[in-house]
């Protein structure tokens, strides 16, 4: 199946957003998020672990500190108690850094009855097990169909109305393909879905998970040349060629080229190799200017998926035989 668009459908493809929803991490990308699937009218719980953060979401309607000068909708809630976040909710976000994403999953296993469907919205591999993330949920909650939700999404962009599209991907069954307006992947790509935001469908998990973690190394890669001194025909190199490589370990896993041409793919990978907003791109420009990591970012614990999962990507690719010089 290719990426399918499923938002603005017309009244013959029936499907029905989810009324309640739970986002698991309150930073940028989960208020983003949250703050999406509100507008479209559903009704959001957001947990998060500082009761600072979540107190000026209740209180002020924002979250300066993340996505400063959007106004958070009513029907959006935070809270720090996650059994809380998750009582009632039909469909539940995952969306915290990819190191975390098997501690939280296991937690969230604790609350949510079988049945209900797990989007994770964190881009890696998990280190030592070469795991997808979406993988490393499955391991964690049994009983959950378990998908994604990535694609070329700046959070600040996104909350402001910006235009945006993404890719929402999950495994389709048999009884999914015949009545595909009650699949997660389209009910949630219909509950993400507003003027603002536009959401395709894919049942190539691999696909759109390995453009997802493979972007953020190019991007460094991006950032390191800029940061040196070169120009654009490098960056236009490193891309395409980059692009290829994330084509051939997609492939190796029984994913397909064609959806790394898509939005969690090459549009992910233009995105954030093309602008400083970009942390992992942010990074490597710093790197190749000459600082140390330590002097990145000015000192300030920032994390840099990119940087957490070059390792687990390349030693991935290295078990598989596929080549992936840059």
Same mark, same amino acid.
Do not use: Y
């Given at each position: 199946m290719k990426d399918q668009v499923v938002s603005g459908a017309p009244s013959s493809f029936p499907a029905h957003p989810y009324r309640k929803a739970a986002v698991i991490g309150a930073g940028s990308w989960g208020t983003a998020l949250a703050v999406t699937m509100a507008r479209a009218g559903c009704a959001v719980s957001i947990y998060g672990r500082d009761p600072e953060v979540i107190a000026e979401m209740n209180t002020k309607s924002t979250t300066e500190r993340f996505l400063p000068g959007v106004s958070l909708p009513g029907n959006l809630t935070g809270v720090t108690d996650m059994a809380q976040a998750l009582e009632g909710a039909e469909a539940v976000l995952i969306v915290v850094p990819s190191r975390s994403v098997r501690e939280v999953s296991r937690q969230v296993a604790e609350h949510v009855p079988a049945g209900i469907p797990i989007a994770v919205c964190a881009k890696g591999i998990e280190p030592d097990t070469g795991l997808l993330m979406t993988q490393v949920a499955e391991q964690e909650l049994n009983g959950h169909p378990i998908g994604c939700l990535s694609g070329p999404t700046f959070a600040l962009e996104t909350a402001l109305g910006h235009p945006t599209a993404a890719t929402a991907a999950f495994p389709f069954s048999y009884g999914d393909r015949l009545k595909p307006h009650d699949s997660p992947a389209v009910r949630l790509a219909v509950s993400l879905s507003t003027e603002s935001f536009r959401v395709y469908v894919s049942d190539d998990l691999v696909g759109v998970e390995i453009g997802g973690a493979v972007k953020n190394i190019i991007a460094i890669a991006c950032g390191l040349m800029t940061g040196a001194g070169f120009a @654009?025909?490098?960056? $236009?190199?490193?891309?395409?060629?980059? =692009?290829?490589?994330?084509?051939? +370990? $997609?492939? $190796? =896993?029984? /994913?397909?080229?064609?959806?790394?041409?898509? =939005?969690?793919?090459?549009?992910? +990978? &233009?995105?954030?190799?093309?602008? $400083?907003?970009?942390?992992?791109? &942010? +990074? /490597?420009?710093?790197? /190749? @200017?000459?600082?140390?990591? &330590?002097?990145c970012f000015e000192g300030k614990p920032v994390v840099v998926e990119g940087e957490l999962n070059a390792i687990s990507v390349t030693d991935l690719a290295r078990s598989l035989k596929v080549a992936m010089p840059i």
């Open positions: @654009e025909n490098t960056r $236009a190199a490193l891309i395409t060629r980059g =692009l290829d490589e994330m084509k051939a +370990l $997609a492939e $190796a =896993l029984g /994913g397909r080229r064609e959806t790394v041409t898509g =939005l969690s793919g090459i549009g992910d +990978l &233009a995105l954030t190799c093309s602008s $400083a907003t970009s942390r992992n791109m &942010a +990074l /490597g420009q710093q790197l /190749g @200017e000459g600082l140390s990591r &330590a002097q």
